[in-house]
């Protein structure tokens, strides 16, 4: 028997898995602690060096102390980060590239090669847009071909030749790894496991104090996309991302009230006495869309005015926000209806009207005089809501991402003395003045406005589209969204913030390929288009693929869904898949590889075919030129060269120069052309 | 008592397999005789892809799950792959040298792939050997030496051999087992002794001792041929009126050079049989002339590498055919 003490590590074998091994770390070398990253990297650079001959394999006590350490670090890591994703991932890596040091016998490069999949699958619990997947893809195929390195003979082993069996095994793979994919009864989670990512929350919070906002008009990631099911998408103005309801103010910052946050709740509690159907008139406008929403690890969803939710698991607030059932940890689908110009709560709850009042009981004392006597010179709610949007729009308001400083009466001093302000300052002036002048009013955040792909037809929101604006309860009309930014930069509204900050400097600073900066550039605007597009395909048909979507698909496939017609189903898809692949490799002739020169000289074998004198079957050449030149012998000189000349390219070819092979072969070529002119006549006569 | 079981389990394993592969001299492995199971590194590979699949299914994880299916959907390919990889291969028994006892015979088996196939990294190997690669992949036909380690005297027949593929990925082991009509004379162990202390002894008598001409002993007469000697004309015998007549003279050392049965007076037959193969092999080195005398088989005195041959055939299967 063979025993594993002497067992050598095939070379190119060893510098697949190595690359492997890096493909799979490289990821999470990025996310974890740099410290652990430059373990990673030197591990595999130990490694590189006992396959150069350089190093020797770690120690006895040496891996004793690296399992000590490793202990140790589990330990703080814990501590720091919690038990969560990222500890258990930089964890699993450690143990990962320890185990690469000391891989020496066939049963340690397996262990690697597992945990390189495995890997794999924590890199996927991070990310799945289209550009990881590919990377994982890749990687995947890497590791196979480091496990067919493994197994070839020795011999045979050259690494195209390695690597496109691999590919030729991951093709075959793939059909039934698809159908799997499809048809494979997705189950439901076996225990509930905290995804907790330690990020930050990203994305609009629940609470606005100035330059909240502004800060996020830096940032040019992507909020969320929307696609519109059966109808145009409304004008650029319309698009008003509803987020949260901010009706809490202390003097400086609005705020969210927590009681009663969701509807299930709420709809327990005394003072909420009317049903959903009774708050609200529906209109005829309906509109039905889909979002996919980046992860933000916070609950709440956006969607347009009066969005009712059509997934399960989300449900609406009394103010008529959406949430998820948990954080979002990843990219998450739903789909939303909304009924345009719909109202709501045309009556007002006693509660939420003194709500929508609250002020701080001091400061803020010219504004409240203000207010006062704005309302006192007009006879409407309504006309003293346009006399403040006048102000705004007739008086040296700015719109700018960096605003200065406010002293402590914020109001105050944004009103009348700074005059400049990015959204979060005019909703929470506007909002004041509302109180002030006893008109319930609040505040509400979210996105406005949106990059239409054409390419996909579907919108791209971005962190810089996001907009704080209010809503004011009017008598008869319900709360009514008023956009006061939309008095000071009309543009921001109906071009877009792009528009309205172009010459502003902040704008996007810290994005290197804004799309403003790189707006000029058309082709590369195109080619980010593009990209979009095909992100957002493979989110929607591939990562969305979910019990739900895989339902609808059995549900169109089979009719009504039983249990045993989907095993059925999966069965026999199962069986033909395999047998199909089976079939493939075993019936299929493998190609025989022959060389430009046997190509030639079997063409001598078809062309005296034609006179009844083809070559038989393992005739050696020889043999065959002898017979050829005795049946005829005016033939005989070309039929002997050309013999030779193959002869001589195919068993001496080691010894020629590259030159001389070249040489001879276009002689064979041109002897054969001789040849074929010599037997058209031949053929002619016979004819 | 596990090791007792062990073993009663191999037993009825090998007897088993035995009843289900028939000798022959040439066999085209096919289905009925081809196994496919994983190895212990498939095993760690399938519990990685459930591994895949279990985060896969309580994170949700879309594309997890595509990554587990891609792993056993490679691993199923792999099952075909190893399989195909045996499928077809065509194994011919050779004729094979002899050994000597204790000495590894090494059974040469042709292989031939079907001309639909290839074969990579096959390995062949009896039981408890090491075993022996091949490739069909550029060729369509190879020899290979497959070694077995005989340890008694006579005909060894190969056990049940295996041919094992590990190709391509390695988490499966497709193996088949045949009994290839394949054998060889396995010639006595040679064991040394003194030749010297055999040299009094003179077992044989004289008829059967090797005679030379030559100078030292009185062996007879015969008659004159002329262009004798005349120096050993016996003048004596000429005066007595018995006419012309020759002293012979003989040269007794080569009456040695019989290889005796009964040199080893008080030998069992084996050890007998590897002191007489020591003597074929020590004097056919010295390029000596001599013969064999065995019960019911005696051998005149010849030279040469054929007679070497024949005369370690005879010990080999004494007693036996």
Not at chain 1, 123 to 144: D, E, K, N, P, R
Not at chain 1, 636 to 648: G, K, R
Not at chain 2, 43 to 68: D, E, K, Q, R
Not at chain 2, 174 to 201: H, K, T
Request: hydrophobic share 45%.
């Amino acid at each position: 028997m063979r025993s594993e003490i002497d067992y050598q590590i095939p070379r190119s074998a060893l510098s697949w898995v190595l690359l492997a091994v890096m493909l799979v770390v490289a990821p999470q070398a990025l996310r974890m602690p740099l410290w652990i990253s430059a373990i990673a990297v030197a591990c595999i650079v130990w490694r590189w060096l006992i396959y150069a001959g350089r190093l020797g394999y770690p120690g006895r006590s040496l891996r004793i102390a690296i399992v000590i350490f490793t202990l140790l670090v589990s330990v703080s890591q814990m501590r720091n980060l919690g038990i969560g994703l990222d500890s258990a991932a930089s964890l699993l890596t450690l143990g990962f590239v320890f185990k690469l040091i000391e891989m020496r016998h066939k049963r340690d490069i397996y262990v690697v090669i597992s945990l390189c999949f495995v890997m794999l699958m924590v890199a996927f619990l991070y990310s799945q847009s289209a550009v990881s997947s590919a990377y994982i893809a890749l990687s995947v195929l890497v590791t196979t071909t480091a496990m067919v390195a493994l197994n070839r003979s020795t011999l045979l082993d050259n690494h195209s030749g390695t690597f496109s069996l691999s590919l030729k095994m991951g093709l075959q793979a793939l059909p039934l790894a698809v159908v799997l994919f499809l048809v494979f009864p997705r189950i439901a989670p076996l225990w509930a496991v905290p995804v907790q990512n330690n990020g930050a929350g990203t994305g609009v919070t629940d609470e606005m104090s100035p330059g909240d906002i502004a800060q996020l008009g830096r940032s040019s990631e992507l909020a969320f996309r929307v696609q519109f099911e059966n109808s145009p998408p409304p004008l650029h103005e319309n698009l008003y991302w509803r987020g949260l309801v901010l009706d809490d103010f202390d003097g400086v910052t609005w705020r969210r009230t927590r009681r009663g946050s969701s509807y299930a709740q709420a709809a327990s509690l005394n003072d909420f006495q009317w049903s959903w159907e009774d708050r609200v008139r529906l209109s005829d406008d309906v509109i039905d869309y889909n979002v996919i929403m980046e992860p933000t690890q916070q609950p709440w969803l956006y969607g347009l005015h009066l969005a009712d939710p059509m997934n399960r698991e989300l449900f609406q607030s009394r103010n008529f926000e959406i949430f998820n059932n948990g954080l979002i940890t990843k990219r998450m689908s739903y789909d939303l209806r909304s009924y345009r110009g719909s109202r709501t709560d045309l009556l007002l709850l006693d509660s939420v009207r003194r709500r929508s009042l609250e002020l701080p009981t001091g400061g803020n004392s010219q504004s409240r005089a203000l207010a006062q006597r704005l309302r006192a010179d007009t006879d409407s709610d309504l006309d003293y809501i346009y006399a403040v949007l006048a102000r705004f729009q007739q008086n040296e308001y700015f719109y700018t991402l960096n605003p200065p400083l406010l002293g402590d009466n914020r109001v105050d001093d944004f009103l009348f003395n700074t005059m400049a302000g990015f959204c979060e300052h005019y909703a929470s002036s506007f909002a004041f003045l509302m109180r002030a002048a006893g008109i319930p009013a609040r505040v509400v955040v979210g996105y406005q406005g949106a990059e239409y792909n054409r390419y996909e037809d579907y919108m791209m929101v971005y962190q810089y589209n996001a907009h704080a604006w209010n809503e004011v309860w009017l008598e008869g009309r319900g709360w009514v969204r008023f956009d006061p930014t939309a008095a000071v930069s009309p543009e921001r509204i109906e071009q877009g913030v792009e528009a309205a900050l172009a010459d502003d400097p902040a704008f996007l600073e810290q994005s290197l390929f804004s799309r403003s900066r790189l707006g000029a550039m058309d082709w590369i605007n195109t080619l980010r288009l593009r990209l979009d597009a095909i992100e957002y395909e493979w989110n929607r048909r591939v990562v969305n693929y979910d019990e739900e979507v895989q339902f609808e698909l059995f549900e169109r496939l089979l009719g009504e869904v039983t249990e045993e017609k989907v095993v059925l189903l999966f069965a026999s898809l199962a069986v033909i898949m395999v047998a199909g692949i089976a079939v493939a490799i075993i019936w299929t002739e493998p190609r025989t590889r022959r060389t430009p020169v046997d190509r030639l000289y079997l063409q001598l074998g078809r062309e005296l075919d034609k006179i009844g004198l083809g070559r038989q079957r393992g005739e050696a050449p020889n043999d065959y030129c002898r017979r050829v030149c005795e049946a005829r012998p005016d033939l005989a000189p070309l039929v002997q060269e050309i013999t030779e000349l193959y002869l001589e390219l195919n068993y001496r070819h080691a010894d020629l120069q590259a030159s001389r092979q070249r040489q001879l072969q276009s002689r064979l070529r041109s002897v054969l052309r001789q040849l074929r002119f010599r037997l058209m006549p031949v053929l002619k006569s016979q004819g | 008592m596990q090791d007792s079981f062990r073993q009663a389990f191999r037993k009825r394993y090998a007897k088993w397999v035995a009843s289900r592969v028939p000798l022959t001299d040439s066999i085209t492995l096919n289905r009925r005789i081809i196994y496919v199971l994983p190895t212990g590194n498939g095993l760690m590979f399938l519990l990685a892809a459930g591994l895949v699949f279990i985060a896969a299914i309580n994170y949700a994880v879309s594309l997890a799950f595509g990554l587990a299916f891609m792993m056993i959907s490679l691993f199923i390919l792999s099952i075909l792959y190893a399989y195909n990889n045996l499928n077809g291969l065509n194994l011919k028994s050779l004729p094979t040298a002899p050994v000597f006892c204790g000495e590894e015979a090494s059974f040469t088996i042709e292989l031939s792939r079907g001309n639909k196939k290839s074969h990579e990294a096959v390995e062949l190997a009896f039981a408890e050997h090491s075993p022996s690669h091949a490739d069909l992949v550029t060729v369509d036909r190879d020899r290979v030496q497959v070694f077995y380690r005989c340890n008694k005297r006579g005909r060894c027949q190969a056990p049940i051999l295996r041919i094992t593929t590990y190709f391509p990925l390695g988490i499966c082991r497709a193996w088949s087992l045949i009994n290839l009509n394949l054998n060889c004379i396995v010639y006595p162990r040679p064991v040394a002794f003194s030749m010297e202390q055999f040299d009094s002894g003179g077992g044989g008598g004289e008829e059967s001792a090797l005679m030379q001409e030559g100078s030292e002993d009185f062996y007879g007469f015969r008659d004159y041929v002329p262009g004798d000697p005349l120096r050993q004309v016996a003048w004596k015998n000429v005066a007595r009126g018995q006419g012309m007549q020759l002293k012979q003279f003989v040269d007794y050392v080569d009456s040695r050079v019989w290889l005796d049965w009964d040199m080893f007076y008080g030998f069992s037959v084996e050890e007998r049989l590897s002191r007489l193969c020591y003597g074929v092999l020590k004097l056919s080195r010295e390029k000596q002339s001599f013969g064999l005398k065995m019960p019911g088989l005696e051998i005149p005195p010849d030279s040469g590498a054929a007679h070497r041959d024949k005369l370690l055939r005879c010990l080999a299967l004494y007693g036996i055919e």
